[in-house]
């Protein structure tokens, strides 16, 4: 893998005026630079007050720097910061400054990706950076925190640790097969291939469960036109968001927002009534309405239970093939009945009214229940889809494994269990391509 000895730099604040910006650079230049930028190289791990100069020795500003020597750095390379005042225009002179000085503009990510090359963190760790920034819920920003600490690879480490030593047992009975005990009908081999299975499972659980809080789910609501849809838009998202009329058709285009419930995001999308219209916008609202169920990971299907004349069976009709539905009866004000949670022909069905908001309760818990919604413990850490594809790849080849032990193939399920490790080995970054290494720092923010 190649690896870059350049020194980069870059603002590491956001953007637009503040009281204090940072402008962090790495790499080998870096005590020339200080030495050119402030006069001296700072003692190592102190805060020091200096003046910034440009290539005449006029002051560009004056603030704090901080100098970390390799290897105790964050990238693991000399690491200088230079704590200013936090004006665009200061900014982007500091960073010229360095510029002139040899260094160059770092990529999105490239800090990060730098301490993890250096072995300063691995992969699952250097991800949990960027997702520290992206918390969105004080709860994805603890579950980031464990994953920045090591929980996760931790856990990861520990299923590789338990299938080193399956692979040890089973090559000891691939290299010496003159012994006269068979390694394969071995009992307590069969009892730790179980073991790591369970573990394996436990492990992806964790994962769903941390994916879920940091990419949550989107629910599309959709339905005849007045059934209720946008009002049960805004009764979830708490807000007036889109207009609700009397007069069907006033929803026309795909409305989304965001929200949390009890911390598990949540990604809601208002759509137009579903029917049959000459009007060419609606027609297009419909179109986007249809799209938008085939992207859904739920759909909402809301009725009018005071409308005698739906039918439920054709409205189902045009939901896409094997989508996740709930049925919701809403205005039960009007028809008396209980609100609550039911099923109908193998559907979930949430009872309620917006308009008194009797049973809106009972759909929040269905909706977190359909995401798999457990209270985050100090064992939950965040993860991403690649981590889930990544656990499922290791459980369909440790299965394959199982089958191969029954068949007493010891050199196959040497390689399925080879195989597991390839697949968990590429959650911290034991296996990785500069393909993908590319695609998870891209989306890192410059200077971090």
């Known amino acids: 893998m190649t690896f870059s000895r350049e020194t980069i730099v870059a603002v590491a604040t956001p953007p637009g005026m503040g009281g204090i910006g940072v402008v962090r650079t790495s790499g080998d230049a870096v005590p020339s630079v200080a030495t050119a930028l402030l006069g001296f190289v700072p ?8 003046t910034f100069r440009n290539d005449a020795g006029e002051p560009i500003d004056q603030g704090i720097a901080l100098y970390f020597a390799a290897p105790r750095s964050y990238t693991g390379e000399h690491v200088l910061e230079l704590h200013g005042h936090g004006g ?6 500091l960073v010229t400054r360095v510029l002139q000085l040899g260094a160059r503009l770092a990529r999105a990510g490239e800090f990060s990706e730098r301490a993890f090359l250096n072995g300063k963190l691995d992969l699952a760790q250097a991800e949990a950076i960027a997702d520290l920034i992206q918390s969105g819920s004080a709860m994805a920003a603890r579950c ?22 399956l692979r040890v047992h089973i090559e000891a009975a691939i290299d010496f097969p003159e012994e006269e005990v068979d390694f394969l009908e071995d009992q307590e081999l069969s009892r730790r291939m179980q073991q790591a299975r369970a573990h394996l499972d436990d492990l992806a659980q964790s994962a769903r469960q941390g994916s879920l809080l940091r990419d949550g789910i989107r629910v599309v609501i959709a339905g005849l036109p007045n059934a209720g849809k946008s009002s049960l838009f805004n009764t979830l998202v708490e807000q007036d968001r889109v207009i609700v009329n009397v007069n069907p058709g006033t929803t026309r285009d795909l409305i989304e927002e965001a929200i949390q419930l009890d911390g598990m995001p949540l990604h809601v999308a208002d759509t137009a009534g579903l029917r049959d219209t000459q009007d060419e916008v609606e027609t297009e609202g419909v179109r986007r309405a249809h799209q938008a169920m085939h992207e859904a990971d739920r759909i909402l299907l809301v009725m009018d239970d005071s409308d005698q004349q739906t039918s439920q069976t054709s409205l189902i009709d045009q939901l896409p093939a094997d989508s996740s539905v709930t049925l919701v009866r809403n205005k039960i004000d009007l028809t008396g009945r209980t609100p609550g949670l039911s099923e109908e022909s193998s559907l979930p ?8 908001g009797a ?6 818990d269905h909706l977190k ?3 798999g919604f457990e209270q985050a413990g100090e064992s939950t850490f965040l993860a991403r889809r690649r981590h889930l594809a990544a656990i499922d790849q290791a459980r369909e080849h440790l299965a394959r494994g199982y089958e191969q032990l029954e068949l007493r193939a010891g050199e196959l399920l040497a390689e399925e269990l080879r195989l597991v490790q390839q697949s968990l080995g590429e959650i911290v970054g034991e296996f990785t391509s500069e393909e993908l290494l590319g695609r998870i720092f891209a989306e890192f923010c410059i200077g971090k």
């Open 369 to 371: 229940a359909c995401m």
């Open 88 to 93: 665009p225009v200061v900014l982007d002179m």
């Open 349 to 356: 069905v949430v009872a309620l009214s917006v308009k008194t």
């Open 43 to 50: 003692e190592p791990r102190v805060a020091t007050l200096a």
């Open 144 to 165: 980031a925190v464990r994953s920045l600490q090591g929980a996760f690879s931790k856990r990861v480490r520990q299923v590789v640790e338990t299938i080193t030593l």
């Open 359 to 364: 049973g809106v309760p009972v759909l929040r």
